[in-house]
């Protein structure tokens, strides 16, 4: 399953060397609300129909390879 969010940057700007750099919070933890089809759009779980699916998603999984990805050059994030 893969989950996406949308998320609003702050103090989008552009670097001299053509980075755009942004502040924004992109990860949350806890219990997430999702429509059926976001979580399940080939109802493989018998989820794509219901309205609102409740998902947690503890600290150990949002988090799992962040170091990882902090290493990469900004245009392989």
């Not at 399953?1 to 670097?15: H, K, N, P, S, W």
């Amino acid at each position: 399953m893969q989950l996406f969010d949308a998320v609003i940057l702050d103090g989008l700007r552009r670097t001299q060397d053509g980075y755009l750099v942004a502040d924004a919070r992109v990860a949350r933890t806890g219990i997430q609300l999702y429509t059926g089809p976001e979580v399940d759009p080939e109802n493989k779980h018998g989820f794509r129909d219901k309205a609102v699916v409740r998902v947690y998603r503890p600290e150990e999984e949002v988090f799992e390879g962040r170091d990882a990805l902090l290493r990469l050059p900004p245009g392989d994030r």
